[in-house]
């Protein structure tokens, strides 16, 4: 129940992807499952896939709602075109009922927070949003496996065949996902396609949105001639050039000088409770960022 109620806040928060989530699933469950007397790892693994699948529908539902009031804006509804034809494709297929491809493709493949929320605004049925979702349990189980084989790990981070098992299991995971969202993509673009015509013509629901956009094109423009790079000065072309710097620059840094930046701290071996020659942090998570440099190359 921990588990359920801690993976359902972390998809409330749109920064936080479902795969986190399902290896968070897979690292508490997989450990309790292999300690001695227990159901074992991959009877573990299994029981982490089925919480996560619950999880994550719960988890749209919540996103759902979110977008469902929302949406009751229509400045919100402006905001991911609700007017438009590639947004009605979209809703479109998500009308379908039962499990179709194009519908599967995007609820699974599509971003978790995104998608979910998107439903709520364009107030897609529930349950069958709910079914074209279940096929996640396929994302779910090679993460959720990833994350128990990290807890076989031993301390200096060797872990022998359960290091290959545990990369592999996200690659599949990584091409499972990858292939749902260029399906996804795939189907969009020929809906689009196919029904260009009924999907451009105007619906009366969509006034409110279409007079906003009217009303905001004198705004959009100006924005447009203010902010064309043209039309700036000197001191903010070399702002926005040194933030592009910036921003290259941060990986660079967090590859070469990983070690330099941030403490080494493995998921499943490491305790955040010992010192730092022992693998843990000392109790605090933010420990794990080495000051100045890992702050610096963080900011």
């Not at 330099?260 to 493995?266: A, I």
């Not at 080495?290 to 190359?297: C, H, L, N, Q, V």
Request: hydrophobic share 50%; charged share 15%; aromatic share 8%.
């Amino acid at each position: 129940s921990i588990c359920f109620a801690v993976g359902w806040v972390m998809f409330l928060l749109p920064p936080v992807p479902g795969a986190s989530v399902y290896l968070f699933m897979g690292i508490v469950i997989g450990k309790q499952a292999d300690s001695p007397g227990s159901i074992g790892l991959l009877s573990g693994v299994m029981l982490a896939t089925v919480v996560a699948t619950a999880t994550k529908l719960a988890g749209c539902v919540g996103q759902y709602l979110i977008g469902f009031f929302l949406g009751k804006s229509v400045k919100v509804q402006k905001e991911i075109a609700v007017d438009s034809v590639p947004t009605r494709a979209v809703e479109k297929i998500l009308r379908q009922r039962g499990i179709g491809l194009g519908k599967v493709a995007i609820l699974v493949g599509g971003p978790d927070w995104p998608v979910s929320v998107t439903c709520g605004i364009l107030k897609i049925n529930i349950p069958q949003m709910l079914l074209g979702t279940l096929p996640i349990v396929i994302c779910a189980l090679p993460v959720c496996a990833a994350g128990a084989f990290l807890t076989k790990l031993s301390s200096d981070g060797s872990g022998g065949i359960y290091t290959m098992l545990s990369s592999g299991a996200m690659a599949i995971s990584l091409a499972v996902n990858g292939g749902f969202s260029l399906i996804a993509v795939k189907e969009t673009f020929r809906t689009v396609q196919q029904h260009r015509e009924e999907l451009a013509v105007p619906r009366e629901e969509h006034r409110a949105v279409e007079e906003l956009t009217r009303q905001e094109m004198a705004y959009v423009q100006a924005y447009k001639d203010v902010s064309a790079w043209n039309t700036l000065g000197n001191g903010r072309k070399a702002l926005v050039i040194a933030a592009a710097d910036f921003h290259l620059l941060a990986p660079i840094l967090f590859v070469i000088y990983a070690e330099d930046c941030f403490r080494p701290f493995s998921l499943g071996t490491s305790e955040i409770d010992a010192s730092y020659a022992a693998g843990g942090l000392m109790g605090n998570p933010l420990n794990i960022i080495i000051f100045p440099k890992g702050f610096g190359a963080l900011a």
